[in-house]
């Protein structure tokens, strides 16, 4: 089987590396000439709304899927019409827009932060008055690892904020007092058989994920995974989800989902029976799904900017080194390592050991 992938970075990289075991092969559409998943596959070089080489993938491809959700919904569409999409166009076309995530969440009565929709200055002055400070406010779509949101903490941050991001259609989300930060990794198949991962507690610096540690037993994972299903149900999705949510005061607030595989989920890949990576190809090629039971205790780290000397990584025992081939930049995400340790004392030491190197 030949699957095709709209986006060749780090998430294309992996889901390749985890389907070639299947016997699975790859297509790679990204206007990037530099695609670290380029040498995986084989490599469109087109912009994301080229016909011609959608077209191409299209005849090419058994099944089409997406590494991230700034793909345009369009495009989605578009392919659905000459090859089976997952997930489909309707799930992007609501993830990647914050107003439409949100208005769905609280159609399915879960949970959110106040928020409304922002198209002017004027909205967001109205906003303020009726939702109050601190706030944040967000572009409704391209947002991500930080970018394309502020946070308002008084008066003077609401003055011309709307213009800082851009002048272009935003959210403002009450700023919410959480005592954790966790997400849900869930997949589900073309027939319906949903299956979830254990909840990960998530550390952000600068709004970008730092430490993601799985936890055991943790008491609202069953409000977890039926927050996710009533999503994954409501869009017969396909494939997998991520589902981030806020800890407040013993319950779980939705801050967004994301429909593809997931940072956040990195540690399954030594640290399930089953990453999520061979989960969603399993799930998009109709294939029946793998465990996601937990092996061990497992933990991921992000390196961002650099990565650190590989033997020196390497050399931290229960450490596995994930090296996206990617040119180092500040900011950029370049790779992870992924812990898998006895117990949990082991793991938080193992954790120390790797976050020395990135300091």
Not at 104 to 120: H, K, S, Y
Not at 220 to 236: F, H, I
Request: proline share 5%; with cysteine; hydrophobic share 40%.
């Amino acid at each position: 089987m030949k699957i095709g992938i709209i986006g060749g970075g780090q998430l294309g990289r992996m889901l390749a590396l985890a389907g070639t075991p299947l016997g699975q092969q790859f297509a790679f559409l990204d206007p990037a000439s530099d695609a670290c998943a380029a040498a995986l596959g084989e490599h469109l070089c087109a912009a994301y709304d080229d016909r011609e080489q959608l077209r191409q993938l299209a005849e090419d491809a058994d099944v089409v899927t997406f590494e991230f959700e700034s793909v345009p919904a369009e495009t989605v569409a578009f392919l659905e019409q000459h090859v089976p999409v997952f997930p489909n166009a309707e799930s992007l076309r609501i993830a990647r827009d914050r107003w439409f995530e949100k208005s769905m969440f609280r159609e399915l009565g879960i949970p959110t932060p106040e928020f409304a929709d922002i198209q002017c200055q004027a909205d967001l002055n109205n906003a303020v008055q009726n939702i109050g400070l601190p706030a944040v406010l967000k572009t409704r779509t391209l947002g991500y690892d930080g970018k394309g949101q502020k946070l308002l903490r008084q008066p003077e941050d609401v003055i011309d904020a709307f213009a800082e991001l851009g002048s272009v259609p935003c959210i403002l989300e009450g700023f919410v007092p959480f005592t954790g930060e966790v997400s849900l990794v869930a997949v589900r198949s073309r027939d319906g058989d949903t299956r979830c991962y254990p909840l990960v507690h998530n550390t952000h610096e600068q709004g970008i994920l730092r430490l993601s540690v799985a936890s055991t037993e943790h008491p609202l994972q069953a409000q977890a995974e039926n927050y996710a299903g009533r999503v994954l149900d409501k869009l017969n999705y396909v494939g997998v989800l991520a589902f981030e949510f806020f800890e407040v005061d013993g319950g779980l607030k939705a801050n967004e989902i994301a429909p593809r595989v997931h940072n956040s989920g990195h540690w399954t890949i030594e640290g399930a029976e089953c990453s999520q990576f061979e989960n969603h190809l399993r799930a998009i090629a109709g294939l029946p799904l793998g465990s996601t039971a937990k092996v061990g205790e497992s933990a991921m780290l992000n390196f961002i900017g650099e990565v650190p000397a590989v033997a020196k990584v390497t050399a931290i025992p229960d450490c596995h080194l994930h090296h996206y081939g990617k040119e180092f930049k500040p900011g950029r995400k370049v790779g992870h390592a992924t812990l898998r340790c006895t117990d949990a004392a082991v793991l938080q030491s193992r954790i120390a050991e790797v976050q020395a190197l990135i300091d």
